[in-house]
């Protein structure tokens, strides 16, 4: 899985890119998701709610997609 993730410094405002999925398993994957806020000394100052993803197997259905 990957997400891409940007914080605004003026509003605060987080967005972020659909998180991809993809799996060359045969039977397929599940994972977490969960961006976390640093600051420039590497302090941890926030976190979003983490999300589950699923992928379909290599041979069966949809092994590549993308998710919010």
């Known amino acids: 899985m990957e997400t891409w993730a940007r914080i605004s410094r003026n509003t ?4 972020r890119e659909p ?3 993809w799996s060359t ?10 961006i976390l806020m640093l600051n420039r ?18 041979w069966t259905g949809q092994h590549d997609r993308r998710g919010f």
């Open 12 to 15: 605060a405002v987080v967005s």
């Open 19 to 21: 998180t991809r999925i």
């Open 25 to 34: 398993a045969a039977r397929g994957c599940h994972g977490t998701v969960m």
């Open 41 to 58: 000394c590497g302090d941890l100052t926030g976190t979003m709610i983490p999300r589950c993803y699923g992928g379909d197997g290599r």
